[in-house]
């Protein structure tokens, strides 16, 4: 709800609109006619700026032009003859293209409820982390429930997030629900009159002369968004022409694409039978992945469901090859499987997100074959980039994370962590010794680093290797002792996610005291090997004694003689009594 100070004549926003590093415009609404003017400057005792629009009327619409790249301003806007505004109405300017700094990006899909459940997901975001700036805001379509009419917008977007409105440009995605009272062809309708969106490059990439699909850069990022509703959605359509364009003209190293509806889906929608969803996945994934797109976010279905990294699916699910279309099978996640990892070059990989229960959730109709992770539960995509790493979030809307993964890139100014091994396995090569083998999925590793652990939970570094290396022999251990192994690789950039966890035992060792062997209770239930000849064994109970050729006996719950004597290459195994 707007402020008392807002009420008598500001009745809507302000808002912010296409923002990059030179510009922003700044968007509100009177209940009277009235001149549309911007005061700003860098300091909010000093507005020494001023920007206006030459037409009055109750719609206001102001460009800041010439403005410096990553630089913090504060404003007011004219209502009437007061200025309106205090140090929220501020604003920080994108940094320059290309430029490497840490990103916060806040993604909803799905938002438009303007109720309970979407105050309670924005809320939890709020509260995730308060002193960091959100920096880029997507919407992933149908922004206002059920026709996307003006009035919705009012209650959905302008009185669910006045804060993040006046501070943080919002980029839209038109949804199925938005375009009951949009056109696309002809640019009209509440979404096109709300949103002013970069038709001519305004904020980088290629002109797509439309406001229904458009690209735009954030430092070193590159975000397109694409109509999946109205636009033509064929490989000879206008849509698909641009987005070759954008696509060939970006040198940016993160590529982020977002429509509303997502190529796969077992979510409210089966991407299997929906057209629109089916469209996309046969006729725009090809594309962007030749063209190296790192991650895909998509609504429509409400629930959150994440792929694995994929390449090269573009039917239905029950086509889905694991060996053909995996790229990393494993979880993603840093203190899971490793960090997913890629560079651009064409089919190396892309992640899917569906996040459109931003809102309200549906049942699920199933889990796709693509995703490692599907719920129905309400929540906010939270993207931290910095360089060349990719850290998403799942925050749900009571405020926990639901899932996470990472995702690195090989072409950033640091080199990527090196990729997890895999198949970990030990055997005991005596009483002292386990031999360890593994196998190196890196090529970028300087060294790999051995832990063991007694009990699984208290874990010591035992060794580290060299580069490329596939094996090691731990000892001296203690004998007829279990231990637990993992393994991971290291480079500059960081570690890898942990290998298998494998185990061994360690043999129970010799029994022997300069000829005079002694049997415990600690050598109970364990075979030990006679290391000298004769060996005398001291007093014992239920004693089994080999020869050479294996041929046993048994003297249950007997008491040996001092004196009793095993021959060479003998093995003795203690029972417990």
């Known amino acids: 709800m707007q402020s008392a100070a807002w009420a008598d004549t500001v009745t809507r926003g302000p808002y912010l609109q296409t923002g990059s590093d030179q510009q922003v415009t700044i968007h509100w609404r009177t209940d009277v006619d009235s001149s549309s003017r911007v005061y700003f400057g860098t300091s909010p005792s000093s507005l020494d700026h001023t920007a206006e629009s030459p037409q009055s009327g109750t719609e206001h619409v102001v460009k800041l032009d010439g403005l410096s790249p990553f630089t913090r301003y504060y404003y007011k806007v004219q209502a009437g003859s007061t200025r309106i505004g205090d140090t929220s109405n501020t604003f920080v300017t994108t940094p320059s293209p290309g430029s490497i700094q840490p990103v916060r990006v806040w993604v909803l899909g799905d938002s438009g409820t303007a109720d309970s459940r979407a105050a309670a997901v924005r809320d939890a975001y709020k509260n995730l982390s308060p002193a960091t700036r959100t920096d880029v805001w997507l919407m992933l379509g149908d922004n206002a429930y059920s026709n996307g009419e003006d009035a919705e917008y009012q209650d959905a977007v302008f009185d669910m997030y006045p804060d993040f409105l006046k501070s943080t440009v919002l980029w839209p995605a038109l949804g199925n629900h938005d375009g009951h009272t949009a056109d696309s062809d002809t640019e009209s309708g509440p979404y096109y009159d709300i ?34 509703y109205e636009t033509d959605r064929s490989t000879s359509g206008s849509m698909h022409q641009w987005l070759e364009s954008d696509l060939s003209a970006t040198g940016q190293p993160w590529i982020i694409v977002f429509w509303h509806h997502p190529p796969y889906s077992k979510g409210s929608h089966d991407s299997d039978t929906d057209s629109r969803m089916t469209d996309m996945r046969e006729n725009f994934l090809p594309l962007l992945e030749q063209y190296g797109v790192d991650l895909v976010l998509s609504g429509h279905s409400h629930s959150y469901e994440r792929s694995y990294l994929i390449d090269g699916h573009y039917g239905t699910s029950d086509t889905f090859d694991a060996s053909t279309h995996l790229v990393d099978g494993g979880d993603g996640q840093t203190d899971g499987d490793g960090a997913y990892s890629k560079s651009g070059a064409p089919h190396k990989g892309s992640v899917y997100v569906v996040a459109g229960s931003s809102g309200q959730t549906s049942s699920m109709r199933g889990t796709h074959p693509v995703m490692i992770a599907s719920s129905a539960t309400l929540g906010s995509l939270v993207l931290d980039i910095n360089d060349n790493r990719l850290d998403a979030r799942f925050l749900t809307d009571s405020g926990s994370i639901y899932d996470h993964f990472t995702l690195l890139k090989n072409n950033g100014t640091t080199p990527a962590p090196p990729a997890a091994p895999d198949q970990l396995t030990a055997t005991a090569g005596g009483p002292d010794r386990i031999d360890l083998s593994w196998h190196d999925n890196a090529d970028n590793e300087d060294a790999f680093v051995l832990e063991r652990s007694l009990d699984k939970q208290i874990w010591t570094e035992t060794a580290s290797l060299s580069a490329n290396s596939t094996g090691h022999t731990d000892t001296p251990l203690s004998q007829a002792t279990t231990y637990y192994y993992r393994v991971k690789a290291r480079n500059p950039a960081g570690d890898s996610g942990y290998s298998n966890t494998a185990r061994a035992t360690t043999t129970g060792g010799c029994v022997v005291s300069n000829g005079a062997a002694s049997i415990t209770n600690r050598y109970y239930s364990n075979e030990h090997d006679i290391c000298q000849a004769p060996d005398r064994v001291s007093a014992a109970s239920n004693v089994t004694v080999g020869t050479d050729a294996w041929a046993e006996y048994v003297a249950p719950r007997i008491e040996l003689a001092p004196g009793f004597h095993v021959l060479d290459g003998g093995r003795l195994t203690v029972r417990q009594p």
């Open 195 to 228: 949103f002013d969106l970069p038709r001519n490059a305004e904020a980088g990439g290629v002109a797509s002369h439309t406001e229904a699909y458009y690209s735009f850069d954030y430092a070193n990022i590159h975000f397109i968004c694409l109509d999946s």
